[in-house]
């Protein structure tokens, strides 16, 4: 038998599918070789870039329109502090092309020297500090366009944090400024309004101090002159019925004395005479009666002697008989006796309160009450009668005056007492007065 063929130790294992050389009717090999595969990589780089390209020139345009179609003034600077990009805005405010801003700084574009200067020295301020800023400033173009405007300088970092530009925008507020000065104008004028009618309040309101002052000067004056004057008028009143009670009582007394004389010589030889004399002497006592009484009305002299209560009590029932007033009083047992001014307005304040009720209230009857009671002397006095309205009542609270009120008040006040007046239309009217009493009463 043949020997099989050994196989070759240099023979190689056959190529996979992919990398199987394909062999052509020529006998060449159709495998690319690594220069075709470099072409390819090119061509299919050049497409990305190209395609790059024409995505950054469409957003380039699409930025520009944007940024062209605003009113507001957009632009960029490079680290120098030139213009890498200015919007149609404010190209139409300097009355330029783009390729004549770009490039250059503010000096060159026309800028007044100092403004120019500031604004290159905020740009390197963003710069340095890496934080924008905020200001304001006035402004007139080489075209002549001239307002106010508010500017914003924003840094623009790379991928290592450094600023590599400075963006910003500017907005004309001139308007804005003219309706702020509008405003402030008007504040100062409402200011110096303010202050014009502060200061005639000031002094109108120490014209109205002053004239109270002196108003209240006058009243006090008045109030004084009042309590004088009632001071006078009660030692008047003391003197008067003194004298009515010693001289004219005296002369009187006499009178009757010399009439009664008269009527017994006469008894026999004059009888008709006699009968005169008697008749006068009739007269001559009811005068002494009336004297005798209006001595007493003047001025009690059981107030000074015996004090209030036998005083009041000597004129209660007098009132009784005379006006047919049916009067209670009511004084506490163990009552007091407070100082003799005191004494004589608690008399008084009686005495006009009845008087008003006999001549006003229609009242038969009336009651009075007199008591000490927390450090105070109270008087109460009331009747029955026909009462006074609500409407009335507070006219006459409101003004002090009125049914004998006043010269009540005055009395009162200078102790430092008060009076309250309560009244019902049909039922009657209640006075009450507290006088405050001192530890020495």
Not at 12 to 41: E, F, L, M
Request: hydrophobic share 35%; glycine share 8%.
């Amino acid at each position: 038998m043949p020997k099989s063929r050994p196989k070759a130790k240099n023979s190689k294992q056959p190529r996979s599918a992919s990398s199987r050389v394909n062999i052509g009717t020529t006998g060449k090999s159709t495998y690319p070789s690594d220069g075709a595969i470099d072409v390819t990589k090119r061509k299919s780089s050049e497409e990305g870039t190209e395609g790059l390209r024409l995505r950054l020139e469409h957003q380039s345009r699409v930025f520009d329109i944007t940024l062209s179609s605003i009113t507001d003034f957009v632009y960029i600077f490079d680290r120098d502090g030139r213009f890498l990009y200015v919007n149609q805005a404010l190209l139409d405010l300097w009355g330029l092309q783009l390729d004549q801003a770009v490039g250059k700084d503010f000096h060159p574009l026309q800028y007044p020297d100092d403004l120019a200067a500031k604004l290159q020295k905020q740009i390197q301020q963003v710069i340095s500090t890496k934080a924008g800023l905020t200001d304001e400033t006035a402004y007139t173009s080489p075209t002549g366009a001239s307002g106010y405007y508010e500017y914003i300088f924003r840094p623009v970092f790379d991928r290592d944090g450094n600023v590599e530009s400075v963006a910003g925008s500017t907005r004309d507020i001139t308007e804005r400024k003219r309706v702020e000065e509008q405003l402030r104008q008007s504040q100062e004028r409402f200011r110096n309004l303010a202050e014009s009618l502060e200061n005639k309040v000031t002094v109108r309101t120490s014209e109205l101090e002053q004239r109270n002052n002196d108003v209240l000067l006058q009243s006090e004056q008045l109030r004084n002159l009042s309590v004088r004057l009632m001071e006078t008028q009660d030692h008047e009143r003391r003197r008067i019925a003194r004298e009515l009670h010693d001289s004219a009582g005296q002369i009187v007394a006499a009178l009757l004395m010399n009439l009664g004389r008269i009527r017994r010589e006469l008894s026999d030889s004059n009888p008709k005479l006699a009968d005169l004399a008697q008749e006068t002497q009739g007269w001559a006592e009811d005068l002494n009666q009336e004297m005798r009484t209006t001595s007493y009305l003047l001025h009690p002299p059981l107030l000074d002697e015996s004090g209030l209560r036998a005083a009041l009590d000597w004129y209660v029932e007098g009132l009784r008989e005379r006006a047919n007033l049916n009067v209670t009083l009511d004084i506490h047992e163990q009552f007091e006796r407070p100082s003799r001014e005191m004494e004589l307005t608690v008399f008084r304040v009686v005495q006009e309160c009845l008087t008003n009720i006999h001549r006003h209230s229609g009242s038969k009857t009336a009651q009075i009450r007199i008591a000490r009671q927390d450090g105070e002397v109270v008087v109460e006095v009331r009747d029955a009668g026909r009462g006074i309205s609500a409407e009335n009542l507070a006219r006459i609270q409101a003004r002090g005056t009125g049914v004998g009120l006043r010269g009540i008040r005055e009395r009162v006040r200078q102790f430092g007492g008060a009076v309250r007046m309560e009244s019902q239309e049909g039922v009657g009217t209640t006075i009450f007065v507290t006088l405050p009493v001192s530890g020495s009463d």
